[in-house]
């Protein structure tokens, strides 16, 4: 079984940094993605940012420039380290991790893994 935890939330004020942590468990090597998406209060939970086994990067545009997504292997972790915070970056954000159809020899291939979530809190 595949479990993704989440780390690194917290209150910043605006301008701030924070780095967030997601450590993926529970596969054997299989070519998958991993994303950040952010709930913000009281709306939809959007995409952020995402990296693939890769090392392929992909934000959303208010983002380019102020997150960078990272990945260490050795240690199955995702970072998305964050600078200039804005208060519109508070939320809750969530880690998912994506394993695409492929050949049959990944045990975990065609599923979505969401973890927990840890809140962001960026304060004017």
């Known amino acids: 079984q595949v479990h993704l935890v989440e780390s690194g939330g917290g209150s910043v004020q605006a301008g701030g940094s924070r780095t967030l942590s997601c450590v993926v468990s529970g596969y054997t090597y299989c070519a998958h993605e991993v994303g950040w998406y952010q709930e913000a209060p009281g709306k939809d939970r959007d995409f952020v940012s995402s990296i693939d086994s890769d090392g392929k990067t992909r934000y959303e545009d208010s983002v380019k420039g102020r997150f960078t997504i990272s990945q260490d292997n050795a240690e199955n972790t995702v970072h998305l380290k964050m600078n200039s915070l804005k208060p519109e970056d508070t939320g809750v954000y969530y880690c998912?991790?994506?394993?695409?159809?492929?050949?049959?020899?990944?045990?975990?291939?065609?599923?979505?893994?969401w973890g927990q979530g840890t809140e962001v809190n960026v304060s004017s």
């Open positions: 998912l991790a994506s394993f695409p159809l492929g050949d049959g020899s990944c045990e975990v291939e065609g599923y979505n893994y």
